[in-house]
């Protein structure tokens, strides 16, 4: 059977994710070795946000060797093992963004108009947050303004699996015709269900049919995108490692503590 991907775009992918794994040690040691203002910065640095990173990492690395780019009859343990490291991932992915701005909002002391703190449902870099990315320098207000779109699914995807469906990976992608046969063989299936090599027979057709595609979905009914995996880990490894530099280099302008 075929790799889904390109073998030319695996070795891109594996190639793009040793420069990430790089880019992600840099910036821990930048935000490890930092002086802050407020001792709750440096515990929400060293517990929040280093913790976060490293956990990305390891969920990447994990999920690509659990479930390989090339990798075209994954196992029930594989799909679960890598999908509980995507759940980690997204979770954390999101939890970044939001220590990022926490600790940006706590140095800079980012506050209302009438000079009141923020409440905690306003500090954030989404579009909602319009106080906040006020606050930053227009070249990162414009990064983060192109990266609207990024923010949108992230939300989509990371609701869901906080509050509704879970994030999963099909175990196999049908075709209209593939879809009927697997709903008779299930009706034949159910017919058998006390001549076991009768079910064993059926079952096998059953799993034979469609093809694997990696790729990253929750509720059909809510007409959520599906995404290809690799790709979309490593664009979001990549996402939240830019939005920390230029975070980095917002602290830089700030006056020394």
Known sequence: MSMVYPESQIHHFLEELAKLLDREDNLTIAFLTREFRKPETSELVRHGLVRRLLTLTHATQRTFEILTPWETAPTHDMLMDATSHLHTFVINIFGAIDNLARIWCMEADIRKPNGTPLKPMSI??????????????????????????????????????????????????????????????????????????????????????????????????????????????????????????????????????
């Not at 930053?136 to 699996?161: G, I, K, T, V």
Request: with cysteine; charged share 20%; aromatic share 10%.
């Open 124 to 257: 954030g870099l989404t579009p909602t947050h319009v106080l906040v990315r006020a606050s930053l320098s227009q070249p990162f207000q414009d990064y983060l303004a192109s990266a609207d779109a990024w923010f949108a699914y992230l939300e989509n995807y990371r609701h869901a699996l906080a509050h509704r469906v879970p994030l999963y990976i099909p175990p196999r992608q049908l075709t209209a015709e593939e879809s009927a046969e697997f709903e008779r063989l299930e009706q034949e299936i159910a017919q058998a269900k006390n001549d076991y090599q009768r079910y064993g027979v059926l079952r096998g057709q059953q799993q034979r049919l469609g093809i694997f595609n990696p790729l990253i979905m929750h509720s059909y009914r809510e007409q959520a995108r599906p995404v290809y995996l690799h790709p979309q880990m490593i664009c979001d490894l990549l996402t939240v490692i830019e939005i920390g530099e230029h975070m980095r280099r917002e602290l830089d302008g700030l006056p020394p503590p």
